[in-house]
């Protein structure tokens, strides 16, 4: 297949690329100047500007962009980001994909698990209902951007938890555990749905070449406290893991990104995944921690 990927450069985006390369397909990469490479395509998302044509030159559509949740704090003018960063991209794409003679047959758009927002004590499937706040607020418009894209494209949006890998929302977590002061967030009961690297990536291969449509679960098949994560990464760093930080703390210092981010509660299963037939490479979070750690960071 000929694949166009935006976000090509990032965390998750320069995995695929690799994994894409590796099973012999082609990639195109958007990039946002001007475009150098035979495999480079250029636009500006925040303008809407793209140069429609390339998705008659595609098999399938990758968007991979948005803004950095891991960046904080959320400011007003951040939140703004977060949002705009993400429906641009999207709308850039779709309109593309509906002026295009050939319209691309996949479209593989990035979501998230903070649709189901703070649900604890539910274990919540692609059936599930949306929940509040400002991530399912931001999913839920960013899901109906993808669903602009022509009818005979077959659309998915992959809700993602927390990547397990050299970069991504633990980066900074890993910094505090190897500086010896990771500590346990909350209570650290609250679920955090988490998916390796390399599931993230096989799943994307999987979904290119699937049936499925609509939303997509991509997280870990087995379910896994904030306690359980930190402590297995403590361990393994072989660093204390001796104190906790009660959430007003959290949420003096955060603000909405702690409620959304660190102390949310969202026991998320892969359902339609795991039905589909995805095998997972790493069914526990201490197994992907364990794959983590043992690459290179250059690996990721």
Same mark, same amino acid.
């Given at each position: 297949?000929?694949?166009?990927?935006?976000?090509?450069?990032?965390?998750?985006?320069?995995?695929?690329?690799?994994?894409?390369?590796?099973?012999?397909?082609?990639?195109?990469?958007?990039?946002?100047?001007?475009? !150098?490479?035979?495999?480079?395509?250029?636009?500006?998302?925040?303008?809407?500007?793209?140069?429609?044509?390339?998705?008659?030159?595609?098999?399938?559509?990758?968007?991979?962009?948005?803004?950095?949740?891991?960046?904080?704090?959320?400011?007003?003018?951040?939140?703004?980001?977060?949002?705009?960063?993400?429906? &641009?991209?999207?709308?850039?794409?779709?309109?593309?994909?509906?002026?295009?003679?050939?319209?691309?047959?996949?479209?593989?758009?990035?979501?998230?698990?903070?649709?189901?927002?703070?649900?604890?004590?539910?274990?919540? &499937?692609?059936? $599930?209902?949306?929940?509040?706040?400002?991530?399912?607020?931001?999913?839920?418009?960013?899901?109906?951007?993808?669903?602009?894209?022509?009818?005979?494209?077959?659309? /998915?949006?992959?809700?993602?938890?927390?990547?397990?890998?050299?970069?991504?929302?633990?980066?900074?977590?890993?910094?505090?555990?190897?500086?010896?002061? $990771?500590?346990?967030?909350? &209570?650290?009961?609250? !679920?955090?749905?988490?998916?390796?690297?390399?599931?993230?990536?096989?799943?994307?291969?999987?979904?290119?070449?699937?049936?499925? $449509?609509?939303?997509?679960?991509?997280?870990?098949?087995?379910?896994?406290?904030?306690?359980?994560?930190?402590?297995?990464?403590?361990?393994?760093? !072989?660093?204390?893991?001796?104190?906790?930080?009660?959430?007003?703390?959290?949420?003096?210092?955060?603000?909405?990104?702690?409620?959304?981010?660190?102390?949310?509660?969202?026991? /998320?299963?892969?359902?339609?995944?795991?039905?589909?037939?995805?095998?997972?490479?790493?069914?526990?979070?201490?197994?992907?921690?364990?794959?983590?750690?043992?690459?290179?960071?250059?690996?990721?």
């Amino acid at each position: 297949m000929r694949v166009l990927v935006a976000g090509a450069s990032g965390f998750i985006g320069t995995a695929l690329v690799g994994a894409l390369t590796a099973e012999g397909h082609e990639v195109v990469r958007l990039v946002r100047r001007r475009a !150098h490479e035979a495999d480079e395509a250029a636009w500006s998302p925040a303008a809407g500007i793209i140069d429609f044509t390339v998705m008659d030159r595609v098999d399938a559509v990758v968007n991979l962009s948005g803004a950095s949740l891991a960046r904080l704090p959320w400011t007003r003018s951040y939140r703004g980001e977060i949002l705009d960063s993400r429906i &641009t991209a999207t709308r850039t794409l779709a309109d593309a994909m509906r002026k295009a003679r050939r319209a691309p047959a996949v479209f593989l758009n990035a979501s998230a698990v903070g649709y189901y927002g703070d649900r604890p004590g539910e274990l919540l &499937t692609e059936y $599930s209902s949306p929940g509040t706040g400002f991530l399912a607020e931001v999913v839920g418009r960013w899901e109906a951007a993808a669903q602009l894209a022509p009818e005979e494209t077959r659309t /998915v949006t992959f809700r993602t938890g927390v990547v397990v890998g050299h970069g991504g929302a633990l980066k900074r977590v890993g910094t505090l555990t190897r500086l010896g002061v $990771s500590a346990r967030f909350g &209570t650290g009961g609250q !679920h955090w749905p988490w998916v390796a690297l390399d599931d993230e990536v096989g799943a994307l291969v999987h979904l290119l070449h699937s049936s499925l $449509s609509g939303p997509v679960n991509v997280v870990g098949p087995t379910p896994a406290t904030a306690d359980r994560v930190l402590r297995a990464m403590a361990e393994r760093m !072989h660093r204390p893991y001796a104190f906790g930080v009660p959430e007003r703390v959290l949420e003096l210092a955060l603000g909405r990104a702690a409620d959304e981010l660190l102390l949310a509660s969202q026991k /998320v299963r892969p359902q339609r995944l795991i039905d589909d037939g995805y095998r997972f490479q790493h069914a526990t979070v201490e197994s992907a921690l364990d794959a983590m750690l043992s690459a290179p960071p250059s690996a990721a």
